[in-house]
């Protein structure tokens, strides 16, 4: 080579590896979860730049060993296996991305932490409050790096709610009024699992009302008291298609929180509003790019304005296009696992902007007293179990 | 007057009268309602044609002789007084309308109709159950023509709405989700008696949550139980604030209601959504024109359509500008009046498109039932009475 | 009566008139217009307190002598007649509405002037920028009020809109996009005379065109070039079905005006944006009650507010109903008789918030330039004539 | 390794390749285009499963050494230049895909398609309409295939458009109004290159009208002729900030199209609207998952549905999340990359749905008519060449 060309010109393989160092990832799980964390690890090396780490995905696990090695073949895992135990016993892996059923959060998150492995457990954390206090225990007695799903902290709208609440922009909070609303438990008869209670402990309310109940929580505060009503529409179904419940937080804010999937025409509405004595905010996860934010000490032309979270100066700016060039729902699993690598690289902690494992176990002590209000018939004040 | 002349013109002043009845009316109140009931009732000679009745404005009464002698004048009326035993007692008084504080509506509306008097009262019905009842059994026992002024069963939307669901466009309904937001109780101190117990009754729930309870029943049946929280935020306020409840219908629909006065930037959003097994519904006072409608059954390109309620086979086209010529909150008195004198000259019943007494009562059961499970903490069953 | 009697109760009748001075008005339509002004001219006694004048209907003109006859009856007018001459010489008459084709828009008003009458003349004013230009000189020359009746001025969205830029909030404008768009020329035959070109002048230009046209005038101000496309896209249709056309402004700015019969879906949806050096502002008449607005400056949350113009600080609060409570379009026809009474009452000038027949002869050179434009192939600078 | 073991686990590291042919790809350009194309050459692998190909980054190009080597890094290209040529030169690379600025997509592009490699060049294709014909006529002449980047075309809802038009759901197409608006030219100075008339050609006539044009033609067919307005309002700007026209297509249906970097508010709002005979489309850029629906056939309740484009039977839907999960701008280019991708891969022809360089062409004819347009005044009508 010319020393003129070797100006203009370079090779650059094997550099990256030296600046940034690599995190090995095992994947439990390749259906829906595994699809959006397995893109979003793929997407981490350049997503914003530099990462933290550089993901390497060294295997993937799940039942079906033809589905589990499309997976690995498709998002370039190293390898694959039917049994997750073999992640847990790999030195190569550091990291476990728990995408499995519910069913299978407990057993696997707890192994890959005592084996000294940072998880990532999907949501809802357990099947119920008691087992997820045991994973959140388990986990945390090993002290590794430890995350729950709750990939709507890391829709940008949301993140900036939280910011113009923490600066006081709304004021005292007096209202949060939440719903979750899909329409395909109509009639689908495709993810089996999701209505097998013994694989996935509940439906709507873990599915759905879990997501609502963290967001309350990222939001609100926490949770003291629910009242509630559980209901199964469909004949034949074992688990339940709708919640309904009133809830009290602890700073005295009021609201109502409901999750359904029989609401037609709703695909993935996750719709939230909250009202304060300075202002209000509205969000709805079809349109998740906008914030609805209204200010009463605003000028004479008051109302709710249409924030499109796309600026430079908005949450995870890093990763954006220029504004006004929208964001879609998986970029929420890029911005999620950047999170946490980060936490893992020691630049930042997981609390409070990511959901901690005690996150994902407080959700389930709520979702559960949805279940109990329901059958009380009673307000069913919540208690929370520390370590 | 040349033949020719006659021909093509004429005086026409006392030819109505001789064609459609008069009915004199009664009105009690001079604030708000008494502006929205007196404004329809001069609409009503005109605006459908022919009117079923022509109102004529006898007498209105209340308490401060100034004020109610500027709105006599204002709008009309023959005569004024500060009495309201005086409309009672006034035989050319056919019809009272009652928009006086909820404090003064047993009464006076129980006498007119033991004088004989069609009434027309304003919700809430009474200040409690026990009081609607009462209000409900003596009107009911003077055989008079009555209805409680839930006006917006005749907002176009709301109508169709109905329309739809009797049609079945909706199929079995499963989800009813209302709140009635408004802010002005942030601070407000003008409307004085609003926040009177005395006067008022309750707060956000008489004035606010019993629109949100006719009209569930009025779209989806009886309410069987709830569960609610009621709260007072602002200090030193004697009334609550805002009300959060789910409830259960007789149907098994399944739901939430929530009535607030303190949800900044929300103006007088009473907003509601149902779902159905073959459709979804939707609602919003601020844009009182529009009913957004999602049919299961509709071709690929599936979604809410924004139904804009002012077409010719939309209800209350006698009464409508042309299409997309959209109507004003002050119409659905216009409409609702109609329905009323229509009742009283026979052509049609009051139930079940108008709200009776009987159904003013029924809310309050309900609203009754919202303050007795805050103050419970259970789910509270609801139990009619009937005459 | 007894003392204590006479305290509190008082007959009114011929009270008021002794306060507020009536005004004859002669009334030439009943259809659509005559409809709107005759409920306009009925409300205003009474709709804001106290009136400028109390219109007393003293007659209306119509062809049909069946319809006109039923209209005075409705409507409460004293007396009928096929010949509008019978208004202009009635001496009980101070002011003609003209709501008639637009072919009886010039000699009826012209001659009401000459008789010494005040004028309000539906838009387009004439069926020409001549025809308008002699409305106009011969209405001017009787020293007389006169109005152009383009409505959409009153709008409370559309006057704020106006005040926001009067006060600098959007800066120097520099685009204006409007379209008018309706979509019952698809295949409508009710409405005969508006397809004749004889009685009306043009089609969608006369009609909708000339209501942007008078907007843009009202909110960015006067038009100096056109370059126009006209069309009629149904068969054997004598008018034009729709207009499309780039405008310049005097000012600098630029933009489209679009007006058209045939955008299914679309009812009656006038909608409208305007961008500036500091803010925008956007509107749909399909949901008249809001106006969008944005401000450069706003914090860091930014984006387009919807503010609901229905507070006691915004236009037209005297008629209004509490914040929140939406008017509709029948009541812009309230205000726009309003204003003009009070304007012949001396308490205002037409201009510049109303439109005069200056105004109406205006839009209509613009108008006449869409057509010319559209013929030439080129850009039509406008010149206006004065008197 | 145990049978046993070896039947639950595997390793799959070389097998892709083996299935899928990979191609070397060299990128021009590393900024907002660069890292556009990046990322989703980067996703195509796994994206939709199994790729047509597997994109390899051999090679990418600027002028900034120290950037072009951040953004190899960043990417993983294996080799970066700052000498356009050495992509040509290469014999690894079979596909050029430009996203440099306008005035580097003549050379390389041409160059490129001469050594035999297929090329997607960014839009605009050239800097006026001659230079884009020399580019098509040079790349067509070496028999690869090409493709121009309207990446709009690749919007799921604007496909599911064209789809819907196709089957003739709006039946035959009267109006066709659209504007592209942004609000960074208020006062940018960051993007220098597109503010200089010899690097970009033109201002927001190339940036934005181009794409406006390219949809316009995708929709609903060749455009005949144009008015336009071109104007510069920020003082010593080279090139234009807006451009305002009215366009007449060959099959009759006329239109707006409008495209400015000043309407303030207005972040990335490409918005069009389509009125047939049967029915009306509408879009909007910022909310990129909806397109609004109506049909003249539709129900008694009719109106516009609001689609949200996320179904399994809709465009793009095998990269799609489940329903309701909405995807992002950088989700287009994923769409548009595999469409070429498959296209080489013979499985597709680049069009009719895939922007050729002959579309970059006919494109250029309309902008340039819009300047020549305004400086003339007149109508332009557009003649279009052919090889």
Redesign the interface.
Known sequence: MSDEKA???????H??AAKVPEIGVGMLGYA?MGK?H??AL??L???A??PPLVPRLVAIAGRN?EQV??A????????????WR?LVADPQIQLLSNGGPNSLHAEPTIAAAEAGKHVLCEKPLGRSAEESYEIWRGVAAAEVKHMCGFNYRFVPAVR?ARE?IEAG?VGEI??F?A?Y????G?DDTRQAWRFDPEQAGSGAIGDLASHVVDLARFLVGEIGSV???V?T?VPERRVDD?V?????FHS?A???I?A?R????????FQW?I??????LAFD???????R??R?D?L?????????V??P??PFAEFA???????????TFVYEFHHFLSAIAGERSVAPYGATLEDGYRAAEVCDAFVS?SRS???EKIVYRTL
Request: proline letters at 3%; aromatic letters at 10%; zero cysteines.
């Open positions: 100006k203009r010109t370079g090779a650059r393989r550099e990256a829906f959006a397995s893109s793929r997407r090396a350049y997503a730049w530099p060993a090695a499309g690995a073949e498709r998002f370039g895992y190293e390898r694959w296996t039917t049994d073999d900036l113009l922009e007096r209202h009024r719903r609303m899909q329409d395909w109509v009242s509630a009503l209901r529409f709708a309904e419940a009133t809830v009290e005295g009021i609201g109502t409901e359904t029989l609401a037609l025409g709703r695909r993935n509405a509003e009202n304060g004595t300075e202002g209000s996860l079809e349109r998740l790019n906008e914030l934010v209204f009463a605003d004479r032309a008051r109302g709710f304005k249409t924030v499109l796309t600026e100066d908005h296009w220029p504004p006004g060039h929208i964001v879609g729902w998986g970029d209000s018939g009673r307000r």
